[in-house]
């Protein structure tokens, strides 16, 4: 696989508590250089990227991150902000103490509520498989794909554990053709990329693959 179209499913992420407005700057100039699908950033740094990248790269942004327990009009407070700022997809996480307590009717009408607000905009959802069984993952695939959202996605980064092969997995084989997948977290190399790829993955988010065009393959837009 071309490593420039490995960098088109690329979500290049700076979420760190300490990014600076000098490295999510940094961030735009590599994702715009690089031809990611976007820099996924703080939203407070989402009007400032907005200005500096225009239409040249799209800018994502985070709801209710990293826990996900915010109350849902929070999170669609949270949504529209985003998206007056400028952010051109959101990526949400779920409510997972309502997972727990098997309240997927709610968790849904969560989703639907901020994919409602969205505007037509790209709506990801961040289940955080780590700390799910996999009946619970494998029910959250139906309950994302009913929400009329676009992904689902594995992981914040912030937990325990990122996105695994088998969880790609279990997603392709649980989810519609063609339904967004997103692979997120502790991606560390091209060759990990790749096999999320092929397993099924259609977005990475990860900090690292830009790094290694530079570094290790030494590509040039």
């Known amino acids: ?57 799209k800018v994502c942004t985070v709801i209710g991150f990293p826990n996900g327990y915010s109350t849902t009009e929070t999170k669609i407070y949270e949504t529209i902000d985003a998206i007056s700022d400028g952010a051109d997809e959101i990526d949400m996480v779920i409510n997972l103490g309502k997972v727990k307590d098997k309240k997927y009717d709610e968790v849904k009408d969560e989703i639907s509520k901020i994919k409602e607000v969205c505007q037509g905009r790209i709506l990801k959802v961040i289940i955080e498989t780590c700390l799910l069984t996999e009946d619970e993952k494998i029910e959250m695939c139906h309950v994302v794909e009913e929400s009329g959202a676009d992904f689902i996605k594995t992981s914040t980064g912030f937990s325990t554990k990122g996105a695994t092969f088998d969880d790609v997995k279990l997603f392709k084989e649980n989810l519609r053709e063609g339904f967004g997948i997103k692979a997120a977290g502790g991606i560390q190399s091209l060759d990990d990329a790749i096999k999320f790829l092929e397993l099924g993955a259609t977005r990475l988010g990860t900090s690292r693959i830009v790094k290694l065009a530079k570094n290790e393959v030494g590509i040039t837009a």
């Not at 960098?7 to 490295?23: C, F, G, I, P, R």
């Open 1 to 57: 696989m071309d490593i420039k179209d490995i960098l088109k499913t690329v979500d290049h992420t700076l979420l760190t508590q300490t990014a600076t407005s000098e490295e999510i700057l940094t961030l735009c100039d590599d994702g715009i250089k690089y031809g990611v699908a976007s820099v996924c950033i703080p939203p407070c740094y989402v009007n400032l990227a907005k200005k500096h990248v225009q239409d040249k790269l």
